[in-house]
């Protein structure tokens, strides 16, 4: 149980873990959804924007020997 105690600064110690993990999750959340918009962006896109070769999100190039 000392442990949770921290030697008497756990009313500073536990409250800096959590808002230093809420700044983490939310940094986190951020950046997941603007990847997401950005993807969607992307796909918006037209074909005729897109450089040779390069594939949209999600798309597998086929592999040699590959029957599927």
């Known amino acids: ?3 949770l105690s ?3 600064y756990a009313a500073f110690v536990w409250p800096a873990f959590a808002v230093a993990a809420a700044v983490l999750a939310g940094l986190l959340l951020a950046s997941w ?3 997401r918009a950005r993807e969607a962006e992307l796909e918006a896109l037209p074909q005729a924007d897109r450089r ?3 594939r949209r999100t999600g798309e597998r190039r086929r592999e040699r020997g590959s029957r599927s």
Request: avoid cysteine.
């Open 1 to 3: 149980m000392s442990f």
């Open 6 to 8: 921290m030697g008497g």
């Open 33 to 35: 959804r603007q990847a």
């Open 52 to 54: 040779p070769g390069e």
